[in-house]
């Protein structure tokens, strides 16, 4: 495929275009209680001052031994930061709170049944759990520093103290979102060399106690196809005591942790001190080519990035009551519900179950209970509840000083109708742009110092100077109204190390595109791959319009789009495989699925319901196919490579564009009487 037909298929060009918008200002009473208010910041953060800038967030952390090397580059692009430290997250979000704040609640869970009640894990609670599960994994389990640790959770309290009590020992977490299937598990599993598997029996979703245990026999399954044996199934009890799903336990793998933990009660683990650099978590994600990476984050550098972007742009304070309404199992989650808020100490909110559940006041009536007044999202549920529940902000009294919107660009429509309902007119809005890699937000307003400009995301964050380059290479200025491909310029400590066992991968994906010396030890020589198009205002406020590789960004989730293509060639029947995205009211995109079958066999509803049921098996049901069109023959091009960019533009009712060098022009004509 050339250049050309790569960005003519991808999401940035099916963009909204949208027309420059209006300055919207915080309130006086926001900017008085404001966490950074001090324009010199941008300053003291500007490339003339880097690396030494990051001082600042690294001093926002207890180190056990102070690092001596701000940044190494010997190993470019695999940057080291804060060599030399000695540090621990999970002291760094518990125990060096108690001392003041053991009563303080770290952890408000709220479960999706309306009858449940709100459950308050004050910091000393979270602190006690944390201890005796870290003593089970470690005399238990036999966990030690550096093991991987497959978690395959949902959205309940014992997920982040899974992830604490992991971090405690230095063990390293790989936590895969909830919603995806047994086989998707095992491939995380695979990769990343997980002998433990941390689950829970069940969990709601939308009125529903669903059965999770059983994804975690086809994960073992799987992975023991691939030679990677599972030793421990841990089963954490939705209902402590009680066995909520009816998969049966596998005798000496499978373990109640409720059972087990008895063993342990009282316990205390001393966090062990890690390397600034050693791996905390890993975080697998979508890319271009089929196989998930592993995006491997450091300890120190990520926890002071989380830390240091959680006061400044989310703007906590100790009496705030914080809310990210987005899964664990993601970025956003890690990040901005975990190890960010609880690192300064915040009382962070945590949602079973879907928003609108059993109806779009959910979240309202939430808020108003916890008293909430700090709130972070996704477009694809503030569009949700807009489409289905435009008043139901108004009905109840809660009051937001700070929004967040993240995870796909944000129509101004959407953003106007956020800020002035669920806002109320008096909430801030910050839109932040960043990704799975990049550990913490790249471009955000600072909430009292920068301006919101609705769809936009703003500057870059203190220390984060972006670029944008054109397909040459050529530096895209402000204000040159065009977009182009948005590098970072420099390394920033949140950034992901490399991808778990595959460096080459790393360096070809994110550093060598627009590396001028590979040999380089310098960082300037390697500007980071962001691999989204965006365009820069004039007043340097950057506009993204959406991936540039083949990932379709379905509410706020990278899907690649080969991940799915496989999965349905998995059916015997299909042939050739291609999915392009759709416009979607609400999820922002959706893939539209198009498949060639092989010879012999006719296209009916039932196979392409199996086709539909193979994606959501190997995938999860977010991947679900929009539609699967099963066609005579894909649109070609005469040396055999399918045309995406037809099929996309057939999916989206444009115009298809010139077809006529094509190798079967006919078959265009015949998709889109189909697709009409
Ligand atoms: C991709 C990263 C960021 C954590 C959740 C998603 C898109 C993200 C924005 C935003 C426009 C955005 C980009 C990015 N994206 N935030 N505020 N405005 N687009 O993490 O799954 O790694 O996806 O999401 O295309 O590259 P992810």
């Not at 000496?252 to 009660?265: E, I, T």
Request: glycine residues 8%; hydrophobic residues 35%.
């Amino acid at each position: 495929m050339t250049e050309k037909e790569i960005v003519e298929t991808s999401e940035a060009e099916i963009a909204v275009h949208w027309q420059e918008e209006d300055y919207y200002h915080p309130s006086p009473q926001f900017i008085a209680q404001a966490n950074m208010t001090d324009p010199s910041i941008y300053q003291r953060f500007s490339l003339d001052n880097f690396p030494n800038c990051f001082k600042e967030y690294a001093d926002m952390l207890d180190w056990y031994e102070y690092w001596h090397t701000m940044l190494d580059t010997s190993d470019a692009p695999c940057w080291k930061w804060f060599v030399g430290g000695k540090i621990n997250a999970s002291y760094n979000c518990i125990d060096r709170h108690l001392a003041k704040n053991k009563n303080k609640t770290a952890i408000h869970f709220v479960p999706e049944p309306i009858e449940e009640k709100y459950e308050h894990i004050t910091y000393q609670d979270l602190f006690v759990r944390v201890n005796e599960f870290a003593a089970l994994l470690r005399d238990f389990c036999g966990l030690k520093a550096g093991d991987r640790v497959t978690l395959h959770m949902p959205m309940v309290p014992e997920l982040p103290i899974t992830m604490l009590a992991c971090a405690r020992l230095g063990v390293i977490h790989s936590q895969v979102f909830g919603g995806f299937s047994g086989t998707a598990c095992a491939d995380r599993i695979i990769d990343s060399g997980s002998h433990v598997l941390i689950t829970m029996d069940a969990y709601y979703r939308s009125g529903s106690l669903i059965d999770h245990k059983k994804n975690a026999d086809v994960a073992v399954e799987h992975a023991a196809k691939a030679g990677q044996k599972v030793d421990k199934v841990l089963v954490w009890q939705r209902y402590p005591g009680k066995n909520s799903s009816p998969t049966t336990m596998v005798e000496g793998r499978d373990y109640f942790v409720n059972g087990v933990l008895k063993d342990f009660y009282g316990a205390r683990v001393e966090p062990v001190p890690m390397p600034a650099e050693a791996p905390l978590f890993l975080m697998y994600t979508s890319g271009t080519t089929g196989k998930p990476k592993g995006c491997q984050h450091s300890t120190g550098g990520y926890l002071a990035y989380v830390a240091g972007t959680s006061k400044y742009v989310q703007d906590i304070h100790p009496e705030d009551v914080y809310w990210c309404m987005a899964d664990i199992g993601w970025i956003t989650g890690h990040s901005y519900i975990v190890y960010g808020p609880l690192a300064i100490c915040a009382s962070s909110v945590i949602y079973e179950g879907v928003p609108t559940f059993p109806d779009a006041g959910r979240p309202w009536r939430i808020a108003q209970d916890l008293d909430v007044n700090i709130f972070h999202t996704a477009p694809t549920a503030i569009r949700a509840l807009r489409k289905i529940g435009p008043d139901e902000p108004a009905k109840y009294n809660y009051h937001f000083k700070h929004m967040t919107t993240v995870g796909e660009p944000i129509e101004p429509e959407v953003w106007k109708w956020y800020h002035k309902e669920v806002g109320k007119g008096e909430a801030i809005i910050v839109d932040t742009w960043w990704q799975t890699e990049t550990g913490g937000f790249l471009c955000s307003t600072l909430p009292a110092l920068t301006p919101m400009k609705p769809g936009s995301a703003g500057p870059g964050m203190p220390g984060i100077h972006p670029i944008i380059f054109d397909e040459d290479g050529n530096i895209l200025p402000q204000g040159a109204g065009k977009a182009g491909n948005i590098c970072i310029q420099n390394p920033w400590p949140g950034a992901f190390q490399t991808i778990w066992g595959d460096r080459n991968r790393f360096v070809t994906n994110y550093y060598a595109r627009y590396c001028k010396n590979p040999d380089s030890k310098d960082w300037r020589d390697w500007p980071y791959l962001t691999g989204d198009a965006a365009v820069e205002a004039k007043d340097g406020y950057y506009r993204i319009l959406g991936r540039i590789d083949d990932v379709i960004n379905v509410s706020g989730h990278r899907l690649g789009t080969k991940e799915i293509e496989s999965a349905a060639l998995v059916v015997p029947e299909v042939a050739e495989a291609a999915v392009v995205p759709v416009a979607h009211e609400i999820k922002g995109r959706e893939p539209d699925l198009y498949i060639a079958l092989k010879p012999g066999f006719s296209a009916s509803d039932a196979l392409a319901k199996k086709i539909s049921d193979a994606i959501c098996n190997e995938i999860g049901k977010i991947a679900k196919p929009r539609k699967v069109w099963i066609v005579r023959d894909m649109p070609k091009t005469r040396s055999g490579k399918i045309m995406r960019r037809v099929l996309g533009a057939i999916s989206n009712r444009k115009d298809v564009g010139d077809v006529t060098t094509l190798a079967n022009p006919d078959v265009v004509e015949e998709i889109q009487q189909m697709v009409k």
